[in-house]
Nanobody, 121 residues
Framework: QVQLVESGGGLVQPGGSLSLSCAAS????????MGWYRQAPGKERGLVATITRGGSTRYTDSVKERFTISRDNARNTVYLQMNSLKPEDTAVYYCNADGILTPGLRDFISWGQGTQVTVSS
């Protein structure tokens, strides 16, 4: 009932920048938190950054000072600006959102399909 569509991944050299976006659509009454997670080959999916509806943010330590998460509540969209990228940032990046559906006001948690980010020279 809620679809998340990511865009913006690709190949970038170390030290470069990429911007990801994720738009939510469907039977949405309200989106609460939105976030980005990533999964590198052979590793578990882990948190990159989250943002509440009010704009409070949280980052995993390895991306602090380099990545910035933001959102547009009117567009149900979350963004991730990634600067000073390192090879260890290479992973599939997944968008996540939780909130309330309409009608019925039931809770939902949804994931995007993932977008590949590769940092390599």
């Amino acid at each position: 009932q809620v679809q998340l569509v990511e865009s913006g991944g690709g190949l970038v050299q170390p030290g470069g920048s990429l911007s990801l976006s994720c738009a939510a659509s469907g039977s949405i009454f309200r989106i609460n938190a939105m976030g980005w997670y990533r999964q590198a080959p052979g590793k578990e999916r882990g948190l990159v950054a989250t943002i509440t509806r009010g704009g409070s943010t949280r980052y995993t330590d390895s991306v602090k000072e380099r990545f910035t998460i933001s959102r547009d509540n009117a567009r149900n969209t979350v963004y991730l600006q990634m600067n000073s990228l390192k090879p260890e940032d290479t992973a599939v990046y997944y968008c996540n959102a939780d909130g309330i559906l309409t009608p019925g006001l039931r809770d939902f948690i949804s994931w995007g399909q993932g977008t590949q980010v590769t940092v390599s020279s």
